[in-house]
């Protein structure tokens, strides 16, 4: 059977763009911070100065819930992410989002914070923590800053 496209359009197409017949997309800018919110790194050092041992937390690229900025990782075992948000309404959407799927994949034990157009978003997925008293003190400092 033969290709429905003749072989001199296949060969116009490899020639013509360097990545053969496929389509190239663009990287992805950068994440930026928004004015007038409160930065994830500013919160991630004074949760070390705390003694609280952030890890792992690296940009989230997009961005979900519509924020203009997030980051994640882990605090205590917790997982846990700050957004920062250009407007109010869509940090308030993106609070009753993350707060929908956590009765969806039935978290017991998490928080969503907001503070300046951030918001701190903890779950404890694993029962790492009943008592919460790592979730509690990581909000106490959020919301002082």
């Known amino acids: 059977m033969r290709h429905p496209l003749p072989a001199s359009l296949c060969l116009v197409c490899l020639l013509s763009f360097p990545g053969g017949c496929r389509k190239e997309t663009a990287p992805l800018p950068p994440p930026a911070h928004p004015g007038g919110t409160l930065r994830a790194g500013d919160v991630l050092a004074a949760w070390r100065s705390a003694g609280l041992a952030p890890e792992g937390f690296a940009t989230m690229t997009p961005s979900p819930y519509g924020a203009a900025y997030c980051e994640r990782g882990l605090v205590h075992g917790l997982d846990t992410i700050l957004c920062e948000f250009e407007r109010e309404e869509t940090l308030k959407s993106a ?19 907001p503070n300046r157009r951030t918001v701190l978003f ?20 959020f919301t002082s800053l």
Do not use: Y
């Open 95 to 113: 609070v009753k989002l993350v707060k929908q799927q956590w009765a969806t994949f039935e978290v017991s034990t998490a928080l969503a914070v």
């Open 122 to 141: 903890v779950a404890d997925r694993g029962r790492r923590e009943p008592s919460g008293r790592s979730m509690g003190q990581m909000a106490k400092i």
